[in-house]
């Protein structure tokens, strides 16, 4: 079953919960444009293939066809999103908590921001949404774990996936090049960087798009008196939505992201800041075409950890390191435990 944009507007109107719903959706996605994309434009910044303005110009559009091309080829991440926690039977309870979680979210990620901290815009999400489930259904219960799996799947993916393919799509440029004239190499790599950082905002795009097409699938679903999305067609007008929205956000940029990312963890050359984002690219390649939802944050920043490992590994910033994994440790509790509490606020209030 589809929804037309006309009918949307016109529950949208009706319900101010899932108005609520839809604004703080559009906010979460545009944080996530901010703060998340230029993750992916980093290593083009610092290795001066493209200038910061261009580089972030290049990545809203890129980010923009990401969530657009994807979610209508597999959009299989947006419906693990949905079926992977259950808020109940009371649907304008489960909208409540809906939108408890999404400005959980949205609180999370802005403050982790500020710090110039790169955040997992994905871990916030599913821990906001599972903080919410369990809020509403007073237990674990709301918790599908069998979907859940796979966001430990996921994570695991994540790291070691993205760290392995870094190392070993380095190792291999290295050994092609290994006799070529640097300056020829490094004209040629100027190029391809640009071409990985563009398919590294495409697959940001493709993967964190559909988490939170997921999201409003989901509002749309508990306004319709629907506890779940089956049978539930994505409508294409809220794949432009989204993929606009993250545009827009990807636009503001993020030069301290940038900065932290691309610079503080490790030193890159322009071949190395290709394999990073040739790897990355990949590693979320995979994961989308399978359901995975994974942080682009982890695969890009293990990805350059792989890259970095294969000159030495005291070329990676550890304090750095150290500083974004105790980040992401703190997210899942923090996040969830903000949007438990928000959720239990919200229910009493409204």
């Known amino acids: 079953m589809g929804i037309s944009f006309t009918d949307f507007l016109q529950q949208m109107a009706s319900s101010p919960v899932l108005c609520i719903t839809v604004v703080l959706t559009l906010g979460v996605i545009f944080v996530n444009g901010w703060t998340d994309a230029p993750n992916a434009i980093a290593t083009c910044i610092t290795t001066r293939c493209m200038t910061a303005r261009n580089a972030i110009w290049m990545s809203a559009i890129f980010n923009f066809l990401g969530v657009f091309v994807m979610t209508q080829i597999n959009s299989s991440v947006a419906s693990t999103i949905s079926n992977m926690v259950d808020f109940g039977g009371d649907t304008r309870q489960a909208l409540i908590a809906l939108c408890a979680a999404l400005f959980s979210i949205v609180v999370y990620s802005v403050g982790a921001s500020i710090f110039g901290i790169p955040t997992s815009e994905s871990h916030s999400l599913i821990a906001g949404l599972s903080g919410a489930a369990i809020a509403i259904q007073n237990g674990i219960g709301g918790i599908n774990m069998e979907e859940w799996a796979k966001v430990l799947y996921g994570l695991v993916l994540s790291l070691l996936l993205g760290f392995a393919t870094g190392w070993l799509v380095c190792r291999a440029v290295t050994g092609i ?73 990807t636009s503001v940029g993020g030069e301290k992201i940038i900065k932290s990312v691309g610079m503080d963890m490790v030193r890159l050359e322009k071949y190395q800041g290709f394999s990073a984002d040739l790897s990355a690219a990949l590693c979320l390649l995979y994961s989308s075409l399978f359901g995975i939802p994974v942080s682009t944050t982890h695969t890009k920043t293990t990805a350059i950890m792989g890259v970095g490992a294969v000159k030495r590994l005291s070329a990676i910033n550890f304090g750095v390191v150290k500083e974004m994994l105790l980040t992401w440790v703190f997210t899942f509790p923090g996040c969830g435990l903000i949007s438990y509490a928000m959720a239990k606020l919200f229910m009493a209030i409204f």
């Not at 994505?234 to 993250?246: A, E, F, H, Q, R």
Request: proline fraction near 1%; include cysteine; aromatic fraction near 12%.
């Open 177 to 249: 090049c290994r006799y070529m004239d640097r300056r020829k190499t490094n004209r040629f790599f100027k190029g391809a960087q640009i071409f990985g950082a563009a398919a590294m905002s495409f697959m940001h795009g493709a993967q964190d798009g559909q988490k939170f097409i997921g999201v409003l699938f989901l509002g749309m679903a508990f306004c319709n008196g629907q506890s779940n999305v089956e049978n539930m067609v994505i409508p294409l007008w809220l794949m432009l939505l989204c993929s606009v929205v993250m545009g827009v956000g």
